[in-house]
């Protein structure tokens, strides 16, 4: 950094992919060009029909993990094509998985055309997401014929992993009785320009309803990416594979989410006064809203166009400190400036030893520099699923000064990997929230936390201490959220600010590594 100051150029990033988004909501689409649209989609369906109902030859299964992915030789003979990045960077990206999920199919088709419910359901997925127009209506009462042309912007795990930007037709058809195809193809709203870094080849779900009133998904991934940025080395394993962004992450996902949004609520449990609002279903649902929210905003957060560097840590196992520097002005954030830190780093544990290190709020003493040494104490739990890790808590610090001020927690855990978000929140605030006074989403909230992810490697030789079988290391990333308020009417921040922040989480990584003992690492 050259100046003692950051002005508030890098606080308002822009990302170039707006223009198109703006360029078609200020002008209509051409009759011509919904032509070629409603082509491409219907093409687009035709394809993902045939992929998803033929298994062999299309698909293989790889020998190291049995995942599917296509045979690209077979492929490319059944639907010829010119691919769209010629670069020697470019690769292609595909995968196929199966689940069931506790959504009705047309409920599941419902929320796949509407955005804002798309990234309800996938928050740690989709991190944005738009309608631009709708092409065609669906039939009444299925849907079947919606056409829509969208925008989603994809981002995972971690600043290093870069978020992918598509512009999209999403095509609805039910097929027979029951069952649903939605397709999601890329579209060229940029008349070839070489903004875009990835490209959607027919991709979607089918979905079977069953007679229980669950849903019968069965997913294909099929990307293709022109990885001019090259993707960290800590994350290349991962990403390259088709894990990151693969079927198998939405299968789960939704797995997970409509766990959470179908939970019966019969474990609640609460040490305090919160305990009778908490067996009320509307302080109960105001708390979900209020911390699936901080879910939501704790994954957008993670791509961090427009940061700044500071490369202190070590660039062996770990990535250095990324800062970034913005402006809150959207609802139910506190208004000032934010910093923005984060950094990953490999550790060479089983993820599940790691989720249990951050879930567990009585070692959490042993890495929250700002608990100053006091330990917590969880007086709430609501479950949000099966596993005993998926759960909200509320955890009150043991700091008598500072009696007023509890944390909104947070976590899950699924085969993929696992997150354990929370935010300081006021002992007012959170009795309003659960007394249902006011809507939980006017409440201010900044949340920080970890995402623990596999590292998409075979067999490091390292095991878990809960199963010594398993094997490999995990990914782990820090990100904290500071608010700063605006110091002058210049609204400039000096450095020494981002110095804190910075300060903050490199004392939080090295307190990690020397209780989880990973210190040799660097």
């Known amino acids: ?188 709203c940029f008349k070839a320009s070489t903004t875009q870094r990835s490209w959607r080849l027919p991709s979607g779900c089918m979905i079977q309803d069953m007679p229980n009133g669950c849903s019968k998904v069965t997913w294909v991934e099929h990307v293709e990416v022109d990885d001019k940025t090259q993707t960290h080395r800590l994350y290349r394993d991962l990403v390259c594979s088709s894990i990151a962004y693969g079927a198998q992450r939405w299968i789960v996902t939704l797995q ?69 520097v913005r402006k809150s002005i959207e609802p139910g954030e506190p208004n000032g400036m934010v910093l923005i830190a984060a950094t990953s780093l490999w550790l060479p544990l089983h993820s599940q030893d790691v989720f249990n290190f951050f879930a567990n709020e009585k070692t959490r003493v042993q890495w929250d520099v700002l608990s100053n040494g006091n330990p917590m104490n969880e007086i709430a739990h609501i479950p949000t699923g099966a596993h005993p890790g998926n759960c909200i808590s509320i955890i009150q610090p043991f700091v008598p000064t500072e009696g007023n001020m509890l944390l909104l927690q947070e976590s899950y855990i699924d085969t993929l990997g696992s997150m354990v978000i929370y935010a300081p929140v006021e002992v007012a605030t959170i009795n309003i929230a659960v007394g249902g006074e006011v809507d939980s989403s006017d409440i201010p909230i900044l949340p920080s936390g970890f995402i623990i992810s596999n590292d998409g490697r075979l067999d490091t030789g390292t095991s878990s201490s809960t199963n010594p079988a398993r094997s490999g290391g995990s990914l782990l990333t820090v990100a904290f959220q500071i608010l700063v308020p605006f110091p002058s009417p210049s609204q400039v921040l000096n450095v020494e600010s981002v110095a804190t922040v910075n300060t903050l989480i490199s004392l939080t990584v090295q307190k990690i590594k020397t209780v989880l003992n990973c210190t040799g690492l660097d």
């Open 1 to 188: 950094m050259r100046s003692s100051d950051l002005s508030h150029e890098f606080i308002n990033p822009t990302i170039s992919n707006n223009v198109a988004l703006a360029y078609y909501q200020l002008n209509a689409i051409p009759e011509t060009e919904k032509a070629v649209m409603i082509e491409t989609a219907a093409s687009a369906m035709e394809e993902l029909i045939r992929i998803l109902q033929i298994n062999e030859p299309m698909w293989i299964k790889s020998n190291s993990d049995e995942r599917y992915v296509l045979n690209h030789e077979n492929y490319d003979k059944i639907f010829p094509r010119a691919y769209r990045f010629k670069t020697s960077s470019a690769r292609i990206e595909s995968s196929k998985d199966s689940g069931i999920a506790s959504i009705s199919a047309l409920q599941l088709v419902d929320t796949f055309l509407d955005a804002n419910k798309w990234v309800d359901l996938f928050p740690t997925i989709v991190t944005k997401a738009k309608t631009i127009e709708v092409l065609q209506a669906g039939m009444f009462g299925t849907q079947s014929g919606c056409l829509q042309l969208m925008y989603g912007q994809m981002h995972i795990l971690s600043p290093l992993v870069l978020p992918r930007d598509f512009y999209f037709l999403r095509f609805c058809q039910q097929i027979e009785v029951g069952t649903w195809v939605i397709v999601d193809v890329s579209y060229d």
């Open 256 to 324: 997970r989410m409509c766990e959470r949004f179908g939970c019966s609520f019969d474990d609640v449990s609460s040490s305090s006064e919160f305990g009778a609002m908490f067996a009320m279903p509307e302080g109960r649902s105001s708390i979900m809203k209020l911390s699936h929210r901080m879910v939501k905003n704790f994954c957008g957060m993670l791509s961090m166009s427009g940061k700044l560097d500071f490369p202190q840590l070590s660039e062996v196992n770990n990535s250095g400190v990324r800062v970034n």
